[in-house]
T-cell receptor
């Protein structure tokens, strides 16, 4: 069965520093997609970044980059130059293809706190 | 601007009541999803739908049903609410674009007393 594991319940980082949030996954499907979402205290889920299993290069979106190591089945999120507004829950998710639609399987999340 | 809306941000219901949670998307997306979110458990899929009048069970469908009569609207129904259904409920939609990214609504925090 497909599974997403986030082993860090909470992380602290100082403003302007970089931080890595860990995510490992398990799947036997050769075609899959990996997502990171941010959830601030207000509750909405905000899409951050996507990596396809056949993508040759690591995905980047502004200050966010995804460190994709296929052989290790890891998809860590790197946030560079942390800002106070980055304090939130972060969820890693994997796309599972079924019935011509796409389900997402989520990890349990990591709470990131950025301090001045 | 893409938008997924949910009928209520906060809802308080009594045990045994029938509860309707409504979700509407304006992106003409084919796929819609209902999740519940609990601390330490992440998001768990309750039901999803890939077309009008089509529905599929997710990982935790027990105690819930859904309805999709129109493409833009996906309703979650708690037939007889119980205290263990107190949770945050999130609706999402996705289409065949943007790598199947799911767009989420703001969530409904349901308390069953």
């Amino acid at each position: 069965a497909q599974k997403i594991t986030q082993t860090q319940p909470g992380m602290f980082v100082q403003e302007k520093e970089a931080v890595t949030l860990d995510c490992t996954y398990d799947t036997s499907d050769p075609s899959y997609g990996l997502f990171w979402y941010k959830q601030p205290s207000s509750g909405e889920m905000i899409f951050l970044i996507y990596q396809g299993s056949y993508d040759q290069q690591n995905a980047t979106e502004g200050r966010y980059s995804l460190n994709f190591q296929k052989a290790r089945k890891s998809a860590n999120l790197v946030i560079s130059a942390s800002q106070l507004g980055d304090s939130a829950m972060y969820f890693c998710a994997m796309r599972e293809v079924q019935y011509n639609t796409d389900k997402l399987i989520f990890g349990t999340g990591t709470r990131l706190q950025v301090f001045p | 601007d893409v938008k997924v809306t949910q009928s209520s941000r906060y809802l308080v219901k009594r045990t045994g009541e029938k509860v309707f949670l409504e979700c509407v998307q304006d992106m003409d997306h084919e796929n819609m999803f209902w999740y519940r979110q609990d601390p330490g458990l992440g998001l768990r899929l309750i039901y999803f739908s890939y077309d009008v009048k089509m529905k599929e069970k997710g990982d935790i469908p027990e105690g819930y049903s859904v309805s999709r009569e129109k493409k833009e609207r996906f309703s979650l129904i708690l037939e007889s609410a119980s205290t263990n259904q107190t949770s945050m409920y999130l609706c999402a939609s996705s289409g065949w674009d943007r790598d199947y990214e799911q767009y989420f609504g703001p969530g409904t925090r349901l308390t069953v007393t």
